[in-house]
């Protein structure tokens, strides 16, 4: 059965502090991992990789795959309290009818104290 | 930024009723996808649609839910006879991708919550 998994599954922190957050997957036709910023509603979206050892960065926040060791990670550094959110991992199955459903994890709340 | 719109926002429904969840995705993309997110768990996948039929859809998504491109920008989602475990948020997302390609420009509504009481 495809998986992700995402860890830890919460953390708080301080501003200034800076967070690593984990997703580890097991799909059979891996296409893409993505990344989303959920805060009340509507997941935003960060980040798409889709190439081993290819960082990805956008202003405090990188990311990056390791698709030998199944697994990615998405750094923010110089933590705000506007960081605080949960942070979902999805991964892109494709499927022969080119579907492009994401399969996501649970989820990491983080919550960036003053 | 071209957004996609989900209405209502929230509904509350008796246990038994039909509810139609409606939503627009973005103009020119062409894949349509509702998933749905139970209170403190995953998000979770319900059906793809593309091409005006459906072309993936999972375990959740029996005969009482069914999908629908009415008029070419509204996208529903209707649930014939709701039950408790219906409850949750409903998101619509769509994305332009062409081919294999599964691009940033996959897109999620703000979300329905359903209340089945």
């Known amino acids: 059965e495809d998986k992700v998994v995402q860890s830890p599954l919460s953390l708080v922190v301080h501003e200034g502090d800076t967070v690593t957050l984990n997703c580890s997957y097991e799909?059979?036709?891996?296409?893409?991992l993505l990344w989303y910023k959920q805060e009340k509603k509507a997941p935003t979206f960060l980040f798409m990789l889709t190439s081993s050892g290819i960082e990805k960065k956008s202003g405090r926040l990188s990311s990056i795959l390791d698709k030998k060791e199944l697994f990615s990670i998405l750094n923010i550094t110089a933590t705000q309290t506007g960081d605080s959110a949960v942070y979902l991992c999805?991964?892109?199955?494709?499927?022969?009818?080119?579907?492009?459903?994401?399969?996501f994890g649970q989820g990491t709340t983080l919550q960036v104290k003053p | 930024e071209p957004e996609v719109t989900q209405t209502p926002s929230h509904q509350v429904t008796q246990m038994g009723q039909e509810v139609i969840l409606r939503c627009v995705p973005i103009?020119?993309?062409?894949?349509f996808y509702w998933y749905r997110q139970i209170l403190g768990q995953k998000v979770e996948f319900l059906v793809s649609f593309y091409n005006n039929e459906i072309s993936e859809k999972s375990e959740i998504f029996d005969d009482q839910f069914s999908v629908e491109r009415p008029d070419g920008s509204n996208f529903t989602l209707k649930i014939r006879s709701t039950k408790l475990e219906d409850s949750a948020m409903y998101f619509c997302a769509s994305r332009r991708g062409t081919g294999m390609s599964l691009d940033y420009g996959y897109t999620f509504g703000s979300g329905t919550r359903l209340t089945v009481v």
């Open positions: 799909v059979t036709n891996f296409r893409s």
């Open positions: 999805a991964v892109g199955d494709y499927f022969s009818g080119n579907t492009g459903k994401l399969i």
């Open positions: 103009s020119n993309h062409l894949y």
